[in-house]
């Protein structure tokens, strides 16, 4: 399979989980780790509309700033960097990850929307949690006022404002419920 290449001015939804299904974070200090690198090796690459991290794997939504080879090279200093420190930490060897990351390019604004929606929803679609209040999401960071490195105002205007941004967020989790309550 031939991978998507990571192209300036586009916006592409990364994920990736853990080899075999395992978890790649085994606590919250691994997440809070995990963003860290982030920081350090892709937020001058890249901008961050949405996130979320969930035990097994992670989702980014994230639109390319710098040349691909660049971009591409952050995101390996990355992984790299968070699979050493897991592996040392775990005591454990070899892969963390499955082969390589999946990137799928987003050139729809409606898809985009719903895939932010997705991606924030996470922890409902798996673990029946509470979306709005879980830490390792960037939901939160679009209803505070604290300084980011999402972008926060770029993603709030798409969906006119915070209030809307909200509203469609829960119509969506109303719906995710009303369907367990089905099933």
């Known amino acids: 399979m031939k991978l998507e290449t990571l192209k300036r001015g586009f916006v592409y939804h990364v994920y990736n989980r853990g080899i075999n299904g395992e978890n790649i974070f085994s606590d919250d200090e691994n997440k809070k ?11 001058h690459n890249v901008s961050i509309f949405a996130y979320c991290l969930m035990d097994n794997h992670f989702h980014l939504v994230i639109r390319i700033e710098n040349d691909e080879a660049i971009v591409t090279q952050a995101f390996s ?28 390019c987003i050139e729809d604004e409606d898809y985009l929307k719903q895939l932010i929606i ?10 029946d949690m509470d979306f709005a209040n879980y830490r390792f999401s960037s939901y939160g960071a679009y209803l505070s006022l604290k300084e980011t490195k999402i972008s926060r105002s770029e993603i709030l ?16 989790n109303n719906l995710l419920e009303e369907k367990y309550t089905l099933d």
Do not use: M, Q
């Open 33 to 43: 780790y995990f963003l860290k690198l982030l920081n350090k090796y892709l937020v």
């Open 77 to 104: 200093n990355f992984f790299n960097a968070y699979a050493k420190a897991y592996n040392k930490l775990k005591d454990r060897t070899g892969s963390l990850f499955e082969k390589h990351f999946k990137r799928i």
């Open 118 to 127: 997705y991606v924030h929803l996470n922890p409902k679609h798996h673990f």
């Open 157 to 172: 205007n798409l969906f006119v404002d915070v209030e809307n941004f909200k509203f469609v967020h829960n119509e969506k």
